[in-house]
């Protein structure tokens, strides 16, 4: 089964900071990874996704991440933080499944790293 | 035009109650979804339906009906509401075909007394 994991529930960062949020993934081929970002009273929208060639990502945003097989991890990572990326952050791990011979997409996400920035 | 929308926004209401959410969705996608987000900001998958046919249920209690009368609408109903079903109910799509990538509503909190 997949399952995800963000081993940072809170992290504060300085604006202008760099920044790198941790996400593990258990799945047993290669999954398809996302980090989707969660504003306050909002709903998710997907900063960017993996899915087969080049291990790192470029985003919207400013955000990037590396897709590493060896290690199972999807990292976030964005050079100099803006004030406006305080929000909730979730790593997601989706595969394509067959049933009753539809092909659906099944989404899995990690509990969230809460991002804080100081101005 | 929004993508996908829910409402309502804001639903407040007491134990026992029956309450429904509704979703729409203007993509033109074949698969949509209900996931629960609780106080502590986790996100699970309760439904998803493709193409007006249930696809997963995750071991969600019978109280949450979800019904899909199109492609574009996924509505869930709720029975007898409980203090645990207060959270925050996204609705979501995504074009399926090997692409994984979700579309989300804004949400509907719930909040039971």
């Known amino acids: 089964a997949q399952s995800v994991t963000q081993p940072d529930i809170h992290i504060t960062v300085s604006e202008g900071a760099s920044l790198e949020l941790r996400c593990n993934y258990s799945?047993?081929?290669?999954?398809?990874l996302f980090w989707y970002v969660q504003s306050p009273g909002q709903g998710l929208q997907l900063l960017l996704k993996y899915f087969s060639g080049d291990t790192l990502v470029q985003g919207i945003k400013g955000f990037e991440a590396e897709f590493k097989r060896s290690q199972s991890s999807f990292n976030l990572r964005k050079p100099s933080v803006h004030w406006s990326d305080a929000a909730e952050y979730f790593c997601a791990v989706g595969s394509t499944e067959i049933i009753r011979k539809t092909s659906y997409d099944k989404v899995i996400f990690g509990p969230g790293t809460s991002l804080s920035v100081i101005p | 035009d929004t993508a996908v929308s829910q409402t309502p926004k804001y639903l407040v209401t007491q134990m026992g109650n029956d309450k429904s959410i509704k979703c729409e969705q203007n993509?033109?996608?074949?698969?949509m979804y209900w996931y629960k987000q609780d106080s502590k900001k986790f996100l699970k998958i309760m439904f998803s339906y493709n193409n007006k046919e249930l696809i997963i249920n995750e071991t969600v209690p019978n109280r949450f009906s979800p019904k899909s009368p199109d492609k574009a609408h996924l509505n869930l109903h709720i029975n007898s509401l409980e203090l645990g079903d207060s959270a925050v109910y996204f609705c979501?799509?995504?074009?399926?075909?090997?692409?994984?990538?979700?579309?989300f509503g804004e949400g509907s909190r719930l909040t039971v007394l």
């Open positions: 993509l033109g996608h074949d698969t």
């Open positions: 799945y047993g081929a290669t999954p398809y």
């Open positions: 979501a799509s995504s074009p399926g075909q090997y692409n994984g990538e979700l579309f």
